[in-house]
């Protein structure tokens, strides 16, 4: 019986403990793209809102570990062959593994473009956090006040 309870113990704790790591691990940071929709449409086969939303994907992890607020341009070319090259990030980062990441995360997306012709794109984007506005905060008193 004692084994019994104790692989139960066991169990619990670990769904306790995951329970609580996800809730932590929630995205809270908003990655907003702005980009040529006829210039992404050239160069990636499945349209603009999925180009949109595979960046954001893929960039979340580093905007939410590094905790990243602020505006960016993202530059590169997309060649004929459809390998991207010349990945380049401003404003300058001092902060070299967050440039790294950020190359990588973008990288991930390269089996998505489409060959034929070559582009220069550039991409803004714009982290930010979602805040709860004062109206939507959790009330602790039975009044509105």
């Given at each position: 019986?004692n084994?019994?309870?104790?692989?139960?113990?066991?169990?619990?704790?670990?769904?306790?403990?995951?329970?609580?790591?996800?809730?932590?691990?929630?995205?809270?940071?908003?990655?907003?793209?702005?980009?040529?929709?006829?210039?992404?449409?050239?160069?990636?086969?499945?349209?603009l809102?999925?180009?949109?939303q595979?960046?954001?994907?893929?960039?979340?992890?580093?905007?939410?570990e590094?905790?990243?607020?602020?505006?960016?341009?993202?530059?590169?070319?997309?060649?004929?062959?459809?390998?991207?090259?010349?990945?380049?990030?401003?404003?300058?980062?001092?902060?070299?593994?967050?440039?790294?990441?950020?190359?990588?995360?973008?990288?991930?997306?390269?089996?998505?473009?489409?060959?034929?012709q070559?582009?220069?794109?550039?991409?803004?984007l714009?982290?930010?956090?979602?805040?709860?506005?004062?109206?939507?905060?959790?009330?602790?008193?039975?009044?509105?006040?």
């Amino acid at each position: 019986m004692n084994q019994i309870s104790g692989f139960m113990k066991k169990t619990l704790s670990i769904i306790a403990i995951s329970i609580f790591a996800l809730s932590f691990s929630q995205r809270n940071t908003n990655v907003e793209i702005k980009v040529d929709k006829d210039q992404i449409e050239k160069v990636y086969p499945k349209g603009l809102d999925k180009f949109k939303q595979d960046l954001a994907g893929n960039l979340q992890y580093t905007a939410n570990e590094y905790q990243v607020l602020g505006n960016f341009k993202l530059n590169f070319n997309v060649e004929k062959n459809g390998k991207i090259s010349a990945i380049k990030i401003s404003p300058e980062v001092f902060d070299v593994s967050f440039e790294r990441q950020m190359r990588r995360d973008f990288s991930r997306m390269a089996k998505h473009f489409a060959s034929g012709q070559k582009e220069n794109i550039s991409v803004d984007l714009s982290f930010s956090r979602r805040y709860n506005s004062f109206d939507e905060r959790a009330r602790f008193t039975a009044s509105n006040q």
